[in-house]
């Protein structure tokens, strides 16, 4: 069974630019989270969709924002960069409770 | 809120050692998770537990919902255990996740 999914593997954009990520999760799955890690922090909660709602976001501004799509997979938007952006995003789908993890995209900004 | 901590934040074992990383959270949850996150960046599910104990081959995770409080134990540890463990909750509905900072493990030949 395939895992979870995510393109591109590594972005580079520079600052005030647009990125695009996107999540395929595990056949079956209808949740997917995104996640940010920034260099030498730990993992924090982007937003949460379900059935092709947002359920919840973190602690994030406006200019995160992202989808889902009717077959569930995600795609996460990032409106004008900034040097702080830079991080690695986890995509990670989930049924009941557990959750799967995607190699996750490296966003450099410029 | 919950707030979750690890201890230590960095450990260096030997071959062989048993270890024990511990993760403690102040508010009720629905689930705990134990993560193992690799240098590449990939994150791998260990666990999943609400109560009591689990076992899957050299790792064991514990928890104490009363105490609020989980550990990881790794017995006879090898240098292919190195990376960092992540702990995070779930809350009471089982969706909302906060994770711990972390503990960067390191087993040495």
Redesign the interface.
């Known amino acids: 069974e395939a895992g979870v999914t995510q393109s591109p593997t590594h972005l580079i954009k520079t600052r005030g630019q647009q990125a695009t990520l996107r999540c395929s999760p595990i056949s079956g799955h209808t949740s997917v989270y995104w996640y940010q890690q920034a260099l030498g922090l730990g993992l924090q909660f982007l937003l949460w969709y379900d059935e092709g709602e947002e359920r919840n976001r973190g602690n994030f501004p406006p200019r995160f924002s992202g989808r889902q799509f009717p077959n569930y997979s995600s795609e996460l938007n990032v409106n004008a960069l900034e040097l702080e952006d830079s991080a690695l995003y986890l995509c990670a789908s989930s049924l009941r409770n557990e959750q799967f993890f995607g190699p996750g995209t490296r966003l450099t900004v410029l | 809120k919950n707030e979750v901590e690890q201890s230590p934040q960095n450990l260096t074992a030997q071959e062989g050692e048993f270890i024990t990383i511990n993760c403690s959270y102040s508010v009720g949850i629905?689930?705990l998770?134990w993560?193992q996150q690799h240098p590449?960046?990939?994150?791998?599910?260990l666990f999943?537990l609400s109560s009591g104990k689990k076992k899957h081959g050299r790792l064991i995770a514990t928890i104490n919902i009363q105490e609020k409080h989980s550990s990881l134990h790794i017995t006879a540890s090898h240098p292919r255990d190195s990376a960092v463990y992540?702990c995070?909750v779930?809350d009471n509905y089982?969706?909302?996740?906060?994770?711990?900072?972390?503990t960067r493990l390191s087993v040495l030949p």
Request: net charge neutral; aromatic share 8%; glycine share 26%.
């Open positions: 629905s689930a998770h993560l590449g960046g990939g994150i791998v599910s999943m992540i995070a779930s089982g969706q909302n996740f906060v994770f711990g900072p972390g």
